[in-house]
């Protein structure tokens, strides 16, 4: 008996559309049935996910948030002091990709709560291969809350 796999709900914020686009792309390409909603920033990722204002109206909320570090108007490390001190919201993975590998950076994310963190690689391929990884985690080996 086959059971159907219910895609993951990922919230991507990233500002930079060569990389969202890169994101996604790897996504695609490693087997993630997921459903991607993009967002441009830290806040823009706060009215998602408080289902703020018509566009978000009806978010469904995501199984996992993907954030870069470094946005305008609220970056990664606001955000997730923001999503980690609300009761609502701090239950949902946050992992973060950035181009960064200062240790301080990786760091303050893990001491705000990250679930994990990614060093973007400028090699498409090796990029690829990382999302997968992320991949045969979140969608294959994490335990999920019953009802997911």
């Excluded at 686009?21 to 967002?39: C, M, N, P, R, T």
């Excluded at 870069?68 to 990664?76: A, E, F, S, T, W």
């Excluded at 991949?135 to 809350?145: E, I, K, L, S």
């Amino acid at each position: 008996m086959s059971q159907t796999v219910q895609p993951l709900v990922i919230l991507m914020a990233e500002d930079e559309p060569a990389d969202a686009y890169l994101l996604k792309l790897a996504l695609g390409e490693s087997g993630i049935a997921a459903d991607v909603q993009h967002v441009v920033d830290g806040r823009e990722a706060l009215e998602y996910l408080r289902r703020q204002g018509p566009r978000f109206a009806q978010a469904s909320r995501p199984d996992l948030i993907l954030i870069d570090l470094n946005m305008p108007r609220m970056d990664g490390r606001e955000f997730l002091a923001v999503v980690k001190g609300e009761a609502d919201l701090r239950d949902i993975p946050v992992v973060v990709l950035s181009t960064s590998q200062v240790e301080r950076d990786v760091l303050a994310a893990y001491r705000l709560g990250a679930a994990g963190y990614i060093t973007k690689s400028p090699d498409v391929d090796v990029f690829i291969n990382d999302i997968r990884r992320l991949r045969d985690y979140w969608a294959a080996q994490a335990r999920w809350p019953d009802g997911r």
